[in-house]
T-cell receptor
Framework: AQRVTQPEKLLSVFKGAPVELKCNYSYSGSPELFWYVQYSRQRLQLLLRHISRESIKGFTADLNKGETSFHLKKPFAQEEDSAMYYCALGDTGNQFYFGTGTSLTVIP | GAVVSQHPSWVICKSGTSVKIECRSLDFQATTMFWYRQFPKQSLMLMATSNEGSKATYEQGVEKDKFLINHASLTLSTLTVTSAHPEDSSFYIC????????????FGPGTRLTVT
């Protein structure tokens, strides 16, 4: 069963426009949700974790248990935000589930 | 902190030979390491999970005799691709979890394997 769903494979926005990358999950226990980012030719990097409730590079993500979502948002997209974004879920065991990723392109 | 390295970063080998890829946690102890495979423009596919000192747990469809994983210490795990074939050509990525952290994983830079 697909634990993490990212419905958009590709997303393009103009510089300065708001951006939202969607992530929905399916898990009955207490998950930990993460956003990872992969810039061109670089390793996967942890961007956000839901338990920290932090803002990194202007990005925020709120865990909505009612909607089982963990959407990633930024009010004003920048060109350097262009990258591949993966939503991930860590379960109470040792399992980690990645979404299929969303490729974000910020148009200058 | 939380740096994971991989060696080599790329390797070319002939069909039928074996290749070993190392994954090291440089500044923390990793009780659990993961090995992934990533195809171009696709998400990561988990191959196996290895805990220090015990046998790796392989995902369905991953041949354990072909992809040998050893996690001999808290800072080193190795993946050996045995009798490599061109279809094994891929990007192999390892990640690690620390001993007392939350569930996030920290990723190595990946190893590009090309089998000719």
């Amino acid at each position: 069963a697909q634990r993490v769903t990212q419905p958009e494979k590709l997303l393009s926005v103009f510089k300065g426009a708001p951006v939202e990358l969607k992530c929905n999950y399916s898990y009955s226990g207490s998950p930990e949700l993460f956003w990872y980012v992969q810039y061109s030719r670089q390793r996967l990097q942890l961007l956000l974790r839901h338990i920290s409730r932090e803002s990194i590079k202007g990005f925020t993500a709120d865990l909505n248990k009612g909607e089982t979502s963990f959407h990633l948002k930024k009010p004003f997209a920048q060109e350097e935000d262009s990258a591949m974004y993966y939503c991930a879920l860590g379960d109470t065991g040792n399992q980690f589930y990645f979404g299929t990723g969303t490729s974000l392109t910020v148009i200058p | 902190g939380a740096v994971v390295s991989q060696h080599p970063s790329w390797v070319i080998c002939k069909s039928g030979t074996s290749v070993k890829i190392e994954c090291r946690s440089l500044d923390f102890q990793a009780t659990t390491m993961f090995w992934y495979r990533q195809f171009p423009k696709q998400s990561l596919m988990l191959m196996a999970t290895s805990n220090e000192g015990s046998k790796a747990t392989y995902e369905q469809g991953v041949e354990k005799d072909k992809f040998l994983i050893n996690h001999a210490s808290l800072t080193l795990s190795t993946l050996t691709v045995t009798s490599a074939h061109p279809e094994d050509s891929s990007f192999y990525i390892c990640s690690a979890r620390g001993t007392s952290w939350t569930r996030e994983q920290y990723f190595g830079p990946g190893t590009r394997l090309t089998v000719t």
